[in-house]
């Protein structure tokens, strides 16, 4: 079997066997295929396509690629969550030790942020001592012991999809559906869980900006994931402006606690009961989405979601005194009101630049050995559809260095667009797919 044949097959609109994409991927990930030939064959993919076998196939040989975590120790069936990211996307943080404390085991692997927003893992950080540091034998016993654990994911894990997503992201071969699917279903399935339950994001802070295409690929990986024997749903969320009121990595955990305390914001609360029930309907522990709902609002308000919260931190190394008390979180030096421009109603929020802002103030990387300072963000005060008058409050910035506030507060405003008619405020669950 030579690249050379493949290519020109695929170039030419032909469909590629399984042999044929395990070889491309097993050779490619081992060095024997140079970049050049599968540069050549990213583009020949980008403009001809992949049916949905090739990208099953395609998925099957990037996940098969490295180490695939085996969870069959875990008792239960076990749900995984993945989002697509947005900004203030704070949702694993609430929804796994609400799901957790309902009865679904969570085995989860998450990663660092890259761009204007932190990840779960930099957000977990922000409680003193915590580490996703963790051999996968301490994970399994961590998980069938108190239902939740959390750790970092491997170099192991899917190698292949790092190298060719390094590959497509400087060869103009990123925006193709089997080839975005297949990266994040690679990793996922991967992992280990029996069932997942992906979050897609829509809008100007989504990594898809149209509903359609969000839908499009939401179906894609829903296609993937049962093909793979894991019984897959998503759920297409709103990223047109930032998910909750908190933007930046400690602000945003005590947004979470609060909650779980039910003192959440409600499109926050909404979106972890809408995912959260989808995994228990996974799970089996449900029988429709209303018992499920029912079940979750129940472990928050009898605590035992926060609860689950606590016992997580500590089996991490971190002090969950500050799961109880959120002032022992990383805090700012300052702390400045932006007062908004002008009288009228808030038409739209720029939500990409809201997460560049919080970059700007140190909350993000700006490259993999940027350190990110946790105590910094935004809370908004305001959000589309809402009404304000001139110099009322639209956010409070928490900030270190005030050269950087100063920036980041006059790109912030510029992320506000008002208007003298009222707005009608967009719903945040755009659909579900399973």
Known sequence: ????????????????????????????????????????????????????????????????????LDLSAVKGIKVDKHSTGGVGDKTSLALTPMVAACGIPVAKMSGRGLGHTGGTIDKLESFKGFSTGITNEQFIRQVNTIGIAIMGQTAELAPADKKLYALRDVTGTVDNMSLIASSIMSKKLAAGADAIVLDVKTGSGAFMKKLEDSFALAKEMVRIGNGAGRNTRAVVSDMDQPLGFAVG???????????????????????????????????????????????????IEDGSALTKLAEFVTAQGGDPAAVYDTSLLPKANFVEEISAPKAGYISKITCDEIGICSLILGGGRETKESEIDLSVGFVLKKKAGDFVKEGECLALMHGNDKDKMEVAKERFLKAYTFSKAPVEKQSLIKGIIS
């Open 1 to 68: 079997m030579r690249m050379y044949d493949l290519i020109i097959k695929k170039r030419n609109g032909g469909v590629l066997s399984r042999d044929e994409i395990n070889f491309m991927i097993q050779s490619y990930t081992k060095g024997a295929i140079p970049d050049y030939q599968m540069s050549a064959m990213m583009m020949a993919i980008y403009f001809q396509g992949m049916n949905e076998e090739e990208t099953l196939n395609l998925t099957m040989a990037m996940a098969n690629s490295g180490e695939m």
């Open 249 to 299: 990595n400690a602000l945003e955990v005590v947004e979470a606690i609060d909650t779980l305390k039910g003192k959440g914001p409600e499109d926050f609360t909404n979106l972890c009961l809408e995912l959260g029930a989808q995994m228990l309907l996974c799970g089996g522990v449900a029988s429709d989405e209303q018992q499920a709902k029912a079940m979750l609002k129940k472990v």
